[in-house]
């Protein structure tokens, strides 16, 4: 199987020829990289080519903006974005930057280690290398991939605990790893529920596609390869005509893939591609605003606060334990417990989530409709905020080995991660779109310090909070410009971010060795088809068999 990975941000980046790498005190090594490197590093490059790079800004500053960003004092409000695309988001970001470096080289064939070195939309992250050279992900048949029960809780609904509803997990602790290790392809998708319940979900897709290709008589020869092209084709269509205008403004997402990229390998090798640092270090990370501090999860914990973000956390294999805990969540205790245990084997069946308060199935009739206002869970409107529990992250989620306050911030880490990388400041970016023609809007001084002026809207950021906030003039690091772009963008991706995301994600489709952007495509599963409609409640809606009440299980 797959080396599996745990950390929510990678340390090294192999750009061009030179593997950068980051340093424990924050600050960059820079080197020739190896052979070996060249062969299997993850590869990445500069959106604007390598000539537009950033000036590194001093670390007390990046702490003071970062400490405005998560404080307390913050009332993010809610978007109008269903938050469940928040975590479709994440889903879809390991998808794109699956880490190949722990592969048997060996055993995997060139085409695919080419396309696991580069950003595509091939749902590597769910497939592996396939059935033949990842069985363990696999049933027997090697045509479905594992799921496993919860584990049942007392006074639950027997549905919640049937095969189905949890990711598949080793269930013993062997020198492969613990018990509770999910058994996928990148282990990045259980460190918080809320994703591993999305991959559950395409696990359920492929099954169901495979079930219903075996119901018509398809052969059995390439009966998989049939179902994979399937399920990919349907996940690219639905990141184009669902998730991207949902989160980045329409123009520029139609702009890119009706007339083509204007800014990144423009005429780049198709099959390939690099992923550009300004998209995986800042732009990319817009999801961590879209955060929220709670979720009304499902029927059993219905409180915007029983879901605490912290709990999500919890009931993962890769950053929690799987067991609940009598401790307040965030607390040093809670935290201190997610990093000692004791640890649990599967997932508790009253945490299975409630699909229709994360997604807004209200074009589904038969789903039962959408959920009441105090049940359905927006995301964050996207801003320069993050909710206070991402000041202290859990150590699991990204892989820490120092328990330095500022290093669990996550607005810090960001921008840390940013500086490393050398990447342009917003202005730098502004000004190679303006030059090029593009729609961007400049951002003022005063628009980078204040924002809209918006009540619990973005952070403002004064020399009194910020004593060295003049030596970020002209020089804003990328992802909070990013994110104050969103601000005045109602929300949504704007002018810069919009444009990377979209250029990227174009590229990535046209690297995949299935591609929307080469063939025509017409929807054939879910309840949208007729319409040629494929959103994420369709899918869900198809994977959980068209059955209301396993979107929602733990419900009586």
């Known amino acids: ?254 702009d890119v893939y009706d007339n083509g990229r204007k800014v990144f390998e423009v005429d780049g090798d198709p099959f390939n591609a690099t992923m550009p640092v300004e998209f995986s270090g800042a732009a990319f990370r817009l999801g961590h605003s879209m955060i929220r501090g709670g979720y009304s999860w499902n029927s059993i914990f219905p409180g915007f606060r029983d879901g605490h973000i912290f709990r999500l956390f919890r009931f993962s294999g890769t950053s929690g334990t799987l067991l609940p805990t009598q401790h307040p969540p965030g607390s040093q205790e809670d935290i201190d417990n997610l990093e000692s245990g004791p640890f649990g084997t599967a997932l508790p069946s009253n945490w299975v989530a409630d699909w229709p308060r994360l997604f807004d199935f209200a074009k589904i009739p038969d789903a039962e409709g959408a959920r009441a206002p105090n049940e359905f869970n927006f995301a964050a409107f996207m801003d320069t905020t993050l909710v206070n529990p991402l000041e202290s992250l859990p150590a699991g989620s990204f892989g820490a080995t120092s328990s330095v306050a500022s290093k669990r911030n996550l607005a810090f880490r960001n921008m840390v991660r940013g500086n490393m990388l050398g990447l342009p400041s917003g202005e730098q970016l502004f000004d190679v779109m303006s030059q090029l023609g593009l729609d961007v809007d400049p951002l003022s001084e005063s628009d980078i310090n204040n924002g809209t002026g918006t009540p619990n809207v973005g952070v403002v950021l004064t020399k009194a909070d910020i004593p060295r906030l003049d030596e970020m003039k002209g020089k804003t690091p990328l992802w909070f410009y990013i994110l104050r772009e969103a601000e005045f963008g109602s929300g949504k991706l704007a002018g810069v971010g919009a444009r990377i995301v979209a250029e990227t994600f174009h590229r990535a489709m046209q690297a995949s060795k299935i591609s929307l952007l080469n063939r025509p495509f017409q929807v054939e599963f879910g309840p949208g088809k007729g319409s040629n409609r494929f959103e994420m409640p369709d899918l869900l809606f198809y994977a959980y068999d068209g059955d209301p009440k396993k979107l929602n299980p733990t419900k009586d």
């Open 1 to 254: 199987m797959m080396g599996q990975r745990g950390r929510h941000g990678r340390e090294s980046y192999l750009i061009g020829t030179k593997l950068v790498t980051m340093q424990e005190d924050g600050t960059p090594k820079c080197a020739e990289a190896s052979t070996l490197d060249l062969s299997t590093q993850f590869r990445f490059s500069h959106f604007a080519g390598d000539g537009v790079v950033g000036t590194p800004l001093h670390i007390e500053l990046l702490a003071g903006v970062a400490a405005k960003m998560t404080s307390t004092a913050n009332q993010p409000k809610a978007g109008d974005i269903p938050a469940g695309y928040t975590y479709l988001g994440q889903f879809v970001d390991h998808d794109m930057t699956l880490d190949p470096t722990q592969l048997d080289i060996n055993a995997t064939p060139i085409r695919d280690l080419q396309s696991l070195r580069s950003p595509t939309l091939d749902l590597d992250s769910l497939y592996g290398r396939g059935p033949d050279l990842d069985p363990d992900i696999y049933e027997a048949d090697k045509l479905h991939i594992k799921t496993h029960a919860p584990f049942p809780v007392p006074g639950i609904p027997a549905l919640a605990a049937q095969k189905g509803f949890d990711l598949p997990r080793r269930q013993v602790d062997s020198a492969a790893g613990p018990a509770r290790q999910a058994l996928i392809p990148d282990g990045r998708n259980d460190e918080n529920l809320a994703v591993a319940q999305v991959h559950l979900a395409f696990i359920r897709f492929h099954n169901r596609v495979v079930d219903d290709l075996i119901a018509s008589g398809s052969p059995s020869a390439g009966l998989f390869e049939r179902a994979q092209e399937k399920v990919v084709l349907h996940y690219q269509f639905l990141l184009r005509t669902d998730y991207l205008p949902r989160i980045a403004k329409k123009a520029v997402v139609d």
